[in-house]
């Protein structure tokens, strides 16, 4: 009887590495991680050689030194004078705020153009498909310019609003331009963490009140009207405390500082000078209360603003504006820094007014001066470049968004509309609650997609005007610091964490709306 055995396996071979599918993918892997190493060695090699050869190395100090340009958008304190780094904080603002508003807009637009498109109605679901194609087909950047030529062409000027025969929007209060919208601004006073909590104790009611009319549905299946409880819940404490603050003035005392050529010690002798120019602070309440005082004396000014008071004060130190409101408490204080650090000629006067105030919230409200340069002063400027830029992203990336609707809409069975419709539920109601919350599983993972390509279409604002970290940091600062490598890298950085981040934001919302089975 014999008996036959495997022969006895060799050690380890090389030719294993190809030919043995143990180890094939990672010897692929391992020589594909070879080469990238090798080529990204290659290019920081020669990047390095050539900024030598051009007797410069890779140094971000570049970011500390004055900017010298300033920037017509701005959501923080900025001048000229500021570093580099500081106007790419700008920007990166400036992008941050067009991206969320954009997206914000083309969801809006995207869902209410995708259900249209799917309308029974022949004409509506015909224009809506025209709307996709054209703008999908259109390069984005001829929308971009396209909006803002419009914007430009078809609105009034400045100008046009003064005369007996201009007047404003919304009982002359708001005024729409070719350089932009003018609206009033609400500033707080010292009441305004009492609105905080008025606005708190509304929610939590208009909250209890949806409960209680749920628990009810529950119970007797039908749900009983409240939206004129809601609207009282809503208003009523916010109203309680506005009248409960108004009714209660107090006298203030405000201190101008002001800088002439003689001295001053009222604000007849201003008025009968050369008009001031106000250091004034956009939403501070004493800036606004300053503004009052001089209207009150019918003294022209005009406004030079500014985020913090902090810069007000440097402002009126370099000499960039003339008058500074300042509290009577710190009048001593703030006029010893001014005189070591002023500079230029100009002679420093303090002047003290008494006024009134009772108001639970200031409006400050634009105004187009009599005379001199058609300039807006005060409310808040929506420019025009912004609102072009917004809606043109908004309006092309809501043709993506429609399709991406439509595409979840009609992912989900037609069974479930028709059990809505047996059970008495109206479209619109089968649309809000079956159809729609069944299609974001289908609609959240390519509608992140087009969510950051709005992002990253927000770089070609430049083309009006818009000034994101594009124009800033990788526009005029590239430009006069000669940094390009280092600017195009920061950039670069930028870009991929507001990706990262949207992505990471959005995946969330789509882990929480996942369909999850047993």
Not at 91 to 103: E, F, H, K, P, R
Not at 433 to 450: E, F, M, T, Y
Request: with cysteine; proline share 3%; glycine share 8%.
């Amino acid at each position: 009887m014999s008996a036959t055995t495997d022969p006895k396996r060799g050690g380890f071979q090389l030719s294993q590495l190809i030919y043995d599918t143990r180890y094939r993918s990672m010897t692929i892997q391992i020589v594909a991680l070879v080469f990238f190493l090798l080529g990204l060695g290659w290019l920081l090699n020669n990047a390095a050689q050539n900024l030598a050869a051009l007797d410069k190395g890779l140094s971000f100090g570049f970011l500390g030194e004055a900017a010298g340009y300033d920037v017509n958008q701005k959501l923080v304190e900025y001048h000229n004078q500021m570093s580099h780094g500081r106007a790419a904080l700008v920007g990166v603002l400036n992008t941050l705020l067009v991206a969320v508003l954009g997206c914000i807009l083309a969801t809006f637009l995207g869902v209410i153009i995708g259900v249209l498109r799917l309308s029974n109605n022949w004409v509506v679901a015909r224009i809506m498909t025209f709307y996709i194609e054209m703008f999908r087909n259109v390069p984005v950047l001829l929308w971009i310019v396209l909006a803002m030529a419009i914007f430009i062409e078809n609105l009034p000027a400045p100008k046009s609003f003064r005369g007996d025969d201009a007047s404003m929007w919304f009982s002359e209060t708001v005024a729409v331009t070719n350089q932009g919208i003018f609206i009033p601004r609400i500033m707080g006073t010292d009441y305004w963490w009492l609105f905080g909590v008025a606005i708190v104790v509304s929610v939590f009611f208009w909250r209890g009140i949806n409960k209680w009319a749920s628990d009810k549905q529950d119970r007797s299946g039908l749900r009983p009207s409240t939206w004129l409880i809601r609207l009282v819940a809503l208003l009523l404490p916010v109203l309680v405390v506005y009248f409960a603050t108004t009714a209660f003035t107090s006298g203030h005392q405000r201190d101008f500082l002001v800088r002439s050529t003689t001295a001053v010690a009222s604000l007849d002798e201003i008025k009968a000078g050369k008009r001031p120019d106000l250091c004034f602070v956009g939403g501070s309440t004493s800036s606004l209360n300053a503004s009052r005082v001089l209207e009150k004396f019918d003294i022209k000014y005009r406004r030079k603003k500014y985020v913090t008071h902090g810069g007000a004060l440097e402002g009126f130190i370099s000499g960039k504006c003339s008058m500074l409101s300042i509290a009577d408490a710190d009048m001593d204080q703030v006029m010893a820094d001014v005189k070591e650090n002023i500079n230029g000629d100009g002679v420093l006067s303090a002047v003290s007014v008494d006024f009134t105030t009772g108001r639970a919230l200031q409006i400050d409200y634009p105004a187009l001066p009599a005379k001199g340069i058609p300039r807006f002063e005060g409310g808040t400027h929506i420019r025009g470049s912004l609102i072009a830029l917004t809606l043109a992203l908004a309006l092309y990336t809501a043709a993506f968004i429609a399709e991406i609707v439509r595409a979840g809409i009609m992912a989900i069975n037609k069974g479930q509309s028709e059990a809505a419709f047996a059970l008495g539920l109206r479209p619109n109601r089968t649309m809000n609650l079956v159809v729609l919350p069944q299609a974001l599983r289908v609609i959240i993972p390519p509608l992140i997609s087009n969510y950051l390509n709005l992002t990253k279409n927000s770089s070609l604002a430049i083309a009006v005007g818009y000034m994101d970290i594009t124009g800033t940091l990788g526009g005029i600062t590239l430009n006069q610091t000669g940094r390009e490598m280092e600017s195009l890298l920061i950039l670069m950085a930028i870009y991929l964490a507001i990706s990262l981040t949207i992505s990471s934001i959005m995946n969330w919302y789509n882990e929480s709306v996942k369909l999850r089975e047993r």
